[in-house]
């Protein structure tokens, strides 16, 4: 494919949950199915933390289970275990965003980590709290450039991922902030 490279994608366990497998019709189930398949067949990689992998565990469909086998299988899951964020997560506890709100991002801070850690990828279906890191994004220079992409809500931006074209610079935190 032209322009594209091996990328790190820090995989969130709402995808796990929401995969379904062949015989799926629901359009969330089939669209995280059909963004898994193609990152099982190019020349990507999954990130697992311990945190992560014991999310995908508790939460994974069967597709998802067998995908994530397959994909160990080929050597395409990276695991890694990324230094705590102290700065971004004291600034999120200081920040001006609602008690909520703050638990939340602090919840998926375990996607941050590992996606600084790495090619800065979060794949995830959880807009709101992607919403919530692109505001923060604008106080806090760690958050700026991680791309955050729901498959379901935004098949272009995942398309540009996967297929390595610049356009998916457009789905950083930083620049989904100047749209907020």
Do not use: Y
């Amino acid at each position: 494919m032209k322009g594209s490279r091996a990328i790190s994608l820090v995989i969130d366990a709402s995808i796990a949950r929401a995969s379904g497998g062949i015989e799926a019709v629901h359009p969330t189930a089939t669209a995280v199915r059909d963004f898994l398949q193609k990152v099982l067949i190019m020349c990507h990689r999954a990130v697992m933390t311990p945190a992560i992998r014991l999310e995908w565990e508790k939460h994974e469909s069967a597709f998802a289970r067998k995908w994530r086998r397959s994909m160990v299988a080929r050597k395409k899951v990276i695991v890694i275990s990324p230094q705590e964020m102290s700065e971004v997560r004291a600034a999120i506890k200081d920040g001006p965003a609602s008690k909520n709100d703050k638990s939340a991002m602090i919840k998926d801070l375990l996607l941050v980590e590992a996606a600084i850690a790495t090619d800065e990828r979060v794949i995830a279906l959880d807009d709101k709290v992607k919403t919530l890191f692109a505001v923060e994004s604008a106080r806090i220079a760690g958050l700026r450039g991680i791309v955050w992409i729901n498959p379901v809500t935004n098949p272009a931006g995942a398309m540009a991922l996967l297929q390595g074209d610049e356009r998916e610079r457009q789905w950083t935190l930083a620049e989904m902030s100047k749209q907020e």
